[in-house]
């Protein structure tokens, strides 16, 4: 079983940043990937990014709207994923949830990930 717990929701303006952090528990093997998905109201659960925890930088992925403006990052020391966000805009308003799958692949929705933490709301203000 793994445990998510993530932090750093916040309000901020148009253009401004924000940096995510998820702090995973539990057995995390190398093999698994952690990343993010985010939820706007009345929207789908839309993927943002992904990484693989063999510390290998490499590995992170990333959906093609949101790639240069928002960054993955693992500390594999402690099991935490981090997403820099900058450029905020108010569609990014959302609330973004950690994920954690238990194997290599890369692409797949919201069903390839076992794992989700409670979500934490980001509201970018115009």
């Known amino acids: 079983q793994v445990q998510l717990v993530e932090s750093g929701a916040g309000l901020v303006q148009t253009g401004g940043s924000l940096r995510l952090s998820c702090a995973a528990s539990g057995r995390i093997y190398a093999s698994y990937r952690m990343g993010w998905f985010r939820q706007a109201p009345g929207k789908e659960r839309e993927f943002i990014a992904s990484?693989?925890?063999?510390?290998?930088?490499?590995?992170?992925y990333y959906t093609d709207s949101l790639k240069g403006r928002f960054t993955i990052s693992i500390d594999n020391a402690k099991n935490t994923v981090y997403l820099q966000m900058n450029g905020l805009k108010p569609e990014d308003t959302a609330k973004y949830y950690c994920?954690?799958?238990?194997?290599?692949?890369?692409?797949?929705?919201?069903?390839?990930?076992?794992?989700w933490g409670q979500g934490t709301q980001v509201t970018v203000s115009s």
């Open positions: 990484m693989s925890m063999s510390r290998n930088p490499s590995t992170a």
């Open positions: 994920v954690v799958r238990t194997n290599g692949e890369v692409y797949g929705g919201v069903d390839a990930y076992a794992y």
